[in-house]
């Protein structure tokens, strides 16, 4: 392997342990997470949301998830948007529940 390639090799193993490494900061199992901002392209819309839930811990209405989300992130989600993904996600199954009138939780 001559040097052009070992070291696109190694470039490449670098990104995929930075990305795990924030993924395990972004899911609350690092130490000063809580007030950390992470930008937009950090983080999909969808997994600022699981975020905001997973760690309120319990379901919240659409406007305090906002609230939430461009506090937490400093990101302003467009609120159609954000109720289209989650009615998605609920209607599949996946992830999310609506417990209420604009009020989803966590599955």
């Given at each position: 392997m001559d040097t052009q390639a070992?070291?696109?090799?190694?470039?490449?193993?670098?990104?995929?342990?930075?990305?795990?490494?924030?993924?395990?900061?972004?899911?609350?199992g690092g130490a000063g997470t809580e007030d950390r901002r992470v930008g937009p392209r950090s983080m999909s819309h969808m997994s600022m949301v699981r975020d905001i839930l997973q760690t309120a811990g319990t379901p919240l209405h659409l406007s305090e998830i906002l609230s939430r989300v461009e506090?937490?992130?400093g990101v302003k989600l467009d609120r159609e948007s954000?109720?289209?993904?989650?009615?998605?996600?609920?209607g599949k199954g996946v992830?999310?529940?609506?417990?209420?009138?604009?009020?989803?939780?966590l599955k």
């Open positions: 070992w070291a696109k090799l190694q470039e490449e193993l670098l990104k995929a342990q930075l990305k795990v490494i924030r993924a395990y900061l972004g899911s609350g506090t937490r992130f954000v109720v289209s993904a989650l009615a998605k996600k609920v992830l999310f529940v609506r417990v209420g009138p604009n009020t989803f939780g």
